[in-house]
């Protein structure tokens, strides 16, 4: 049965009240939505297909909206960093919440920084620290930063999913859909001049496509909600084939150049 008009306008009116409070997502009983849309058929405007490609080559869009942050939809919107993180801690939007130790958000220049570096996942070490890249490709990556003239204060540096996957496996599709509104979020307060992400996994997690190939993707310039975005090699996979650092060195050169910088040194390839 359809909702009446009447209840329908104070359902209405209700999100409205909402959404001016700011918040930006109320739950609703699946019963309750479907019926009030079945009462609004011959107002609805044609459902819109989602984009995971923009409509510009090489530029990069999620279908997720940015300010849906995990199993916190119903809070208000988070402006912070340290509101992401704390609600991160909570969160147990997917499975990976069982298994952490401690969740990782993310750490460094969360004020316009020149890059944001974008991984896979925690690992052991970060799962126990709480802080990102801080193992042995924690470490090589620390090197990649110094080599372009930054140390990691001055950067951002995140990771699409903020709890370990148990083994360091690979983390699952819907893993990283539960977790990708908070990474969407961070970038929206960051505001980054640049996006480094780290591995085919990064790159995945922030473009939704399933046809990523590193090895053909990386040094190639895309964007993602405006923001120029090179894809590189994950340091894990520098650490295991050491003579893709001459091309991921000059990724991240060709980032410099974008941002009007040169290198300290010459030579770098992260080592």
């Given amino acids: 049965m359809k909702i009446p008009k009447d209840i329908s306008n104070q359902i209405r009116r209700?999100?409205?009240?909402?959404?001016?409070?700011?918040?930006?997502?109320?739950?609703?009983?699946?019963?309750?939505?479907?019926?009030f849309m079945a009462s609004h058929e011959e107002e609805a405007p044609p459902e819109a297909p989602v984009a995971i490609i923009g409509a510009e080559a090489?530029?990069?869009?999620?279908?997720?909206?940015?300010?849906?942050?995990?199993?916190?939809?119903?809070?208000?919107?988070?402006?912070?960093?340290?509101?992401?993180?704390?609600?991160?801690?909570s969160c147990t939007a997917c499975r990976l919440a069982e298994s952490r130790t401690r969740?990782?958000?993310?750490?460094?220049?969360?004020?316009?920084?020149?890059?944001?570096?974008i991984g896979e996942g925690p690992g052991r070490d970060e799962d126990e620290q709480g802080m990102p890249f801080v193992g042995r490709a924690g470490q090589l990556l620390t090197k990649m930063i110094a080599a372009m003239g930054y140390n990691r204060d001055e950067v951002f540096i995140a990771?699409?999913?903020?709890?370990?996957?148990?083994?360091?496996?690979?983390?699952?599709?819907d893993e990283m859909a539960a977790?990708?509104?908070?990474?969407?979020?961070?970038?929206?307060i960051v505001k980054p001049k640049t996006i480094v992400a780290l591995g085919a996994t990064a790159l995945k997690g922030l473009t939704g496509r399933t046809d990523v190939l590193i090895s053909k993707e990386r040094g190639v310039w895309n964007?993602?909600?405006?923001?120029?975005?090179?894809p590189t090699f994950h340091p894990s996979y520098l650490m295991r084939y050491p003579p893709a650092k001459v091309e991921a060195w000059k990724d991240l050169k060709a980032v410099l150049k974008l941002l009007g910088k040169t290198p300290p040194r010459t030579g770098g390839k992260g080592e």
Wanted: aromatic share 6%; proline share 11%.
């Fill in 159 to 173: 990771n699409v999913v903020k709890c370990r996957p148990p083994n360091n496996r690979v983390p699952e599709d």
């Fill in 58 to 89: 090489g530029s990069f869009d999620s279908p997720m909206s940015p300010s849906r942050a995990g199993a916190d939809a119903d809070k208000p919107f988070i402006e912070t960093l340290e509101g992401i993180a704390e609600g991160v801690a």
């Fill in 223 to 230: 964007k993602f909600k405006g923001i120029p975005l090179m």
């Fill in 14 to 35: 209700h999100l409205e009240n909402e959404i001016d409070a700011g918040r930006r997502f109320v739950p609703l009983a699946q019963v309750v939505v479907s019926e």
């Fill in 179 to 188: 977790c990708l509104p908070w990474l969407l979020r961070q970038i929206e």
């Fill in 103 to 117: 969740t990782v958000p993310g750490a460094g220049n969360g004020s316009t920084p020149d890059i944001m570096f």
